[in-house]
């Protein structure tokens, strides 16, 4: 393996009767890119925190670049060089790229910070590491691929050999991934360290020499990627064969429930964003839609479910529903999985329990005379808790406690309940396990097979072909290609979602 730049032994967590880690191993030879992997909830986050000194271990020891390290803090982790990516950033908005970059490390001039020298740094960096970035560019005004460029540079800016990146690709699109890949093999010739958290399977094998595998707080195995294949790698992290292959359809579809005409959504800035889109979803029926993120899929959705204001016409079960808001909506049975989890999907300061019935908590059986019935909202959540294999599994649990696969399982489950006539799922599988994916599809699958319409927003292709009786492409804002589930591959619908044919 060589001499290792990183490694943990027998490391134990547990909070209460939940053990996070279980007596779990990590080693990491230097100059490599080493992955992570595991089913959500199998103890991937906790060991990272534990390695990056946020979290004390029960037991166990961690040796940076062979010494034995008894981290307080993330500070002394920096300190012996090792740097952390965390999955949700830790930039300040309203601060300048230079002036996150150097926060902490400010150069002075005096008594006054060093604006300059602190551009210039960031400068020089990022054209090292092939980290384009505008130095004076404020944070929030920044796309999430180049925000991620920041925190790498911020990183590297404090002196890491080592870097954790945790679940780096799950919001970005894939040219941002090629380039994310592109700067990673820049560190490794460097001589620099990389440990990936990851949920993508293809991409441990594209990117990485050596790979950890987690189940249910253990390393069940660590072997170098040369020869593994996506299934093996898939049935070492589950325990069980995967299958995530197209599926044949089990009905034919039925009436119209979803119809959208010459829909038109503007940004804030003004400029179109959704430019006169109609399209149709009847009963047991999936219609996918696929494109390179930011061609106005996010808005197309919001504009749908009421969220976003729009001209045209969105008509449920033909009724126009134009005028009414998000609530009105979901009455009138249209159902939402937002991409964004945290900020529009669940509520992480409350229980699995309570956020299992939002939207639902003011509706029978839920409530009775204006009060919330628990015994209710306890059999929905231990339903979904169930059906979705949510972890831990205890409905008293803090949903921001819960790791963001787990999270999404309880947002997906939630809005399959209760007879929905239209449900609108983007980004579905975002930051899910191979596992959980399996299970989120069937469940799409088995609610389409009963009649459910579908409107399905994925950045996956492999989950469009795999789900999808109709795919539609936009780019830049218009539907530009419609090709059957049944005929539709990768290589037909790319060259449309970048402008081609």
């Given at each position: 393996m060589g001499t290792l730049a990183?490694?943990?032994?027998?490391?134990?967590?547990?909070?209460?009767?939940?053990?996070?880690?279980?007596?779990?191993?990590?080693?990491?030879?230097?100059?490599?890119?080493?992955?992570?992997?595991?089913?959500?909830?199998?103890?991937?986050?906790?060991?990272?925190k534990t390695l990056f000194g946020l979290i004390r271990p029960d037991t166990g020891e961690i040796r940076i670049h062979g010494e034995p390290a008894r981290l307080t803090g993330p500070r002394d982790a920096m300190a012996r060089g090792l740097g952390m990516v965390h999955q949700h950033f830790m930039l300040v908005p309203t601060l300048s790229v230079a002036e996150n970059v150097a926060l902490g490390q400010e150069p002075r001039a005096g008594l006054f910070i060093d604006h300059q020298r602190a551009r210039a740094d960031v400068t020089t960096m990022s054209e090292r590491f092939g980290l384009q970035v505008d130095p004076d560019a404020l944070v929030e005004d920044l796309p999430v691929g180049v925000q991620q460029r920041v925190e790498i540079l911020k990183v590297l800016h404090q002196g890491a050999r080592i870097l954790i990146l945790d679940e780096p690709t799950a919001v970005l699109t894939p040219p941002e991934v090629e380039s994310l890949f592109a700067v990673l093999r820049r560190l490794k010739a460097e001589g620099r360290t990389v440990v990936l958290v990851t949920h993508k399977l293809p991409e441990v094998l594209a990117l990485c020499d050596a790979v950890t595998v987690m189940r249910a707080g253990r390393t069940v195995a660590e072997q170098p990627t040369a020869g593994l294949t996506v299934d093996e790698l898939a049935r070492l992290m589950v325990g069980r064969n995967v299958a995530l292959d197209r599926k044949p359809r089990g009905t034919t579809p039925g009436e119209e429930r979803l119809v959208v005409r010459e829909l038109r959504v503007r940004r804030a800035d003004g400029r179109v964003a959704v430019d006169g889109v109609s399209l149709t979803v009847r009963a047991g029926e999936v219609v996918g839609i696929a494109g390179v993120e930011g061609n106005g899929q996010t808005e197309l959705a919001d504009a749908i479910c009421g969220v976003l204001p729009a001209t045209?016409?969105?008509?449920?079960?033909?009724?126009?529903?134009?005028?009414?808001?998000?609530?009105?909506?979901?009455?009138?049975?249209?159902?939402?999985?937002?991409?964004?989890?945290?900020?529009?999907?669940?509520?992480?300061?409350?229980?699995?329990?309570?956020?299992?019935?939002?939207g639902k908590e003011r509706t029978p059986p839920f409530s009775r005379a204006g009060l919330l019935s628990g015994s209710a909202v306890a059999s929905l959540s231990r339903a979904l808790i169930d059906a979705f294999d949510i972890r831990p599994?205890?409905?008293?649990?803090?949903?921001?406690?819960?790791?963001?696969?787990?999270?999404?399982?309880?947002?997906?489950?939630?809005?399959?309940?209760?007879?929905?006539?239209?449900?609108?799922?983007?980004?579905?599988?975002?930051?899910?396990?191979?596992?959980?994916?399996?299970?989120?599809?069937?469940?799409?699958?088995?609610?389409?097979?009963?009649?459910?319409?579908?409107?399905?927003?994925?950045?996956?292709?492999?989950?469009?072909?795999?789900?999808?009786?109709?795919?539609?492409?936009?780019?830049?804002?218009?539907?530009?290609?419609?090709?059957?589930?049944?005929?539709?591959?990768?290589?037909?619908?790319?060259?449309?979602?970048?402008?081609?044919?």
């Open positions: 990183l490694s943990a032994e027998g490391i134990s967590k547990r909070y209460g009767a939940c053990t996070a880690n279980a007596d779990a191993n990590l080693h990491v030879a230097t100059g490599t890119i080493h992955a992570l992997v595991g089913e959500n909830g199998a103890g991937k986050s906790t060991l990272c045209g016409a969105v008509l449920l079960q033909g009724r126009d529903v134009s005028a009414l808001d998000v609530l009105a909506r979901r009455q009138a049975g249209l159902a939402h999985v937002p991409e964004d989890r945290l900020t529009a999907g669940l509520v992480p300061t409350m229980r699995v329990s309570e956020n299992a019935v939002l599994p205890d409905p008293a649990q803090l949903a921001g406690a819960l790791s963001g696969g787990n999270q999404q399982k309880i947002v997906v489950g939630r809005e399959l309940h209760g007879d929905p006539r239209v449900l609108v799922l983007a980004q579905p599988t975002r930051g899910v396990d191979v596992g959980a994916i399996e299970r989120i599809h069937q469940a799409i699958l088995t609610a389409r097979d009963a009649g459910l319409a579908i409107l399905l927003f994925s950045a996956e292709l492999t989950e469009l072909l795999a789900l999808s009786d109709v795919i539609h492409v936009m780019y830049r804002g218009r539907l530009v290609k419609t090709v059957p589930g049944d005929g539709a591959t990768e290589e037909l619908l790319g060259p449309a979602m970048l402008g081609g044919a």
